[in-house]
């Protein structure tokens, strides 16, 4: 994730603790509105909880979900949308699709095969009951955007709403009652009992570090932090960590964790973000600028598992990045070297060599020592031959088409616009449809972008 929350990551923060309080549903009837065909109570009849999520909120919130369906002792079945087709569909039953929007009002990367699907394929789907809660930002103008085509479209082909569609702006709260509450209707709940949530814990800023003086940009910092009053906890590389600023205590923001816990303490890459009228952004204006080290921050550790390694930890690995988004992807690299794999290709860009290297000398240091086997960089002021990673990336198109088919994934991080959504379109056209749609499926194309 780069790390700053930009307005588009608001979607992301921090609602786990607020989600689901109180929410274990006990099985009973039907809500008005399903099928009374399958509103049956029949007690074997199965849920499927399914998830379109770029950042992890929309997927830990379908997790939950599941948990506490499956503590009811009902059977489910949690995933991706990408992973629903058509047949699937056309069979019938309860789907509760938890849905957060991408960019400006596109599906995230593991609900965009899924609705692609969903707009070709015209086949009645009357034995499906379904409801939606859709995550988003009302700040931008196609709020919750997918969320409302894929209601609209579900509809068109005749399946059936339990509720209507509950828009969720940021963290908001009476947003998640109304979900939880509906919830609970549906299932014909009148106890509830609940679920453990992960606090926010104080931690200690131990060290600030301005990493680009003199930049064309805003400033960049490397900022180090201690867990006080409790163990080092775990985390894994890719994860995210939550920051309450004291000006927005009930917004938190997200920021991609540079270290591993191995490596004695947390560290995060922030860019001193800018209003349109020159003020510093309010996290990141706090975090850069007025937190002294040795103060204290609310921050607690959220799962990122669409950016997580997974199955990807030991095959050749692709790192493309901006900006802090090296943050997100210094991570993979670092855990991979310490376990000895050395297939590791970086292609990272900024705006000036001299000033916007951040981490030169770990970096180099990796390639000399041959365990990161490629280093790409580019600088787009500084005049040379390719101002973007997109363009490098295209350049090497034939050896990143030889990383792939050795079994390479790939892994993005930093801004959507400009990087994110040019390097899309370079790996669309270097490996061809059928090529992408391979890499996406097999769970090798991973992107964390904000």
Excluded at 72 to 101: D, I, Y
Aim: one cysteine or more.
């Amino acid at each position: 994730m780069g790390v700053t929350l930009e307005p588009a990551r608001w979607l992301a923060a921090g609602f786990l603790s607020l989600a689901y309080i109180g929410l274990c549903l006990w099985y009973g009837r039907r809500a008005a509105g399903c099928s009374s065909t399958q509103a049956a109570a029949a007690e074997g009849q199965s849920w499927t909880v399914a998830y379109a999520s770029q950042t992890g909120t929309a997927e830990a919130l379908a997790r939950q979900t599941a948990q506490a369906l499956q503590r009811a002792s009902l059977t489910v079945r949690c995933c991706p949308l990408n992973e629903l087709n058509g047949q699937q569909l056309a069979a019938g039953g309860r789907f509760l699709l938890v849905v957060s929007t991408a960019g400006q009002g596109e599906a995230p990367d593991n609900g965009a095969g899924f609705a692609e699907m969903l707009e070709a394929d015209d086949h009645a789907l009357s034995g499906v009951d379904f409801a939606v809660l859709a995550l988003g930002d009302r700040d931008y103008p196609d709020f919750c955007g997918f969320g409302r085509r894929l209601e609209a479209r579900l509809v068109a082909r005749g399946a059936r709403r339990c509720f209507e569609r509950i828009d969720m702006h940021r963290a908001e709260p009476e947003a998640l009652a109304n979900w939880q509450g509906r919830l609970a209707q549906l299932a014909g709940a009148d106890e509830f009992a609940d679920l453990p949530d992960d606090q926010f814990s104080p931690w200690r800023l131990v060290e600030r570090r301005h990493l680009n003086p003199g930049s064309p940009g805003d400033g960049v910092y490397l900022l180090s932090f201690e867990a006080i009053r409790q163990a080092l906890p775990r985390w894994e590389s890719g994860d995210l960590a939550q920051i309450l600023a004291p000006a927005e205590p009930g917004c938190p923001r997200n920021y991609s964790i540079a270290s591993l816990p191995d490596e004695g303490g947390l560290q995060l890459l922030v860019r001193l973000r800018r209003n349109n009228d020159g003020t510093p952004g309010i996290a990141s204006g706090w975090l850069t600028q007025d937190l002294a080290p040795g103060e204290e921050v609310a921050l607690r550790l959220r799962p990122h598992y669409p950016f997580r390694l997974n199955g990807n930890h030991a095959g050749p690995l692709i790192c493309i990045g901006s900006g802090v988004g090296l943050a997100g992807l210094r991570g993979h690299l670092a855990g991979r070297i310490a376990a000895g794999v050395k297939e590791n290709w970086l292609l990272f860009g900024e705006r000036s060599r001299a000033h916007d290297f951040y981490q030169q000398g770990e970096l180099e240091r990796w390639l000399a020592a041959g365990q990161l086997d490629r280093l790409d960089t580019v600088f787009s002021r500084d005049g040379e031959a390719f101002r973007y990673v997109q363009e490098c990336l295209v350049a090497h198109a034939e050896l990143f088409r030889s990383w792939v088919a050795r079994g390479a994934a790939v892994y993005v991080c930093g801004s959507r616009a400009g990087m994110g959504d040019g390097v899309d379109r370079a790996i669309r056209e270097i490996l061809g449809a059928d090529g992408y749609q391979c890499l996406v499926r097999g769970g090798r194309y991973c992107r964390d972008l904000f």
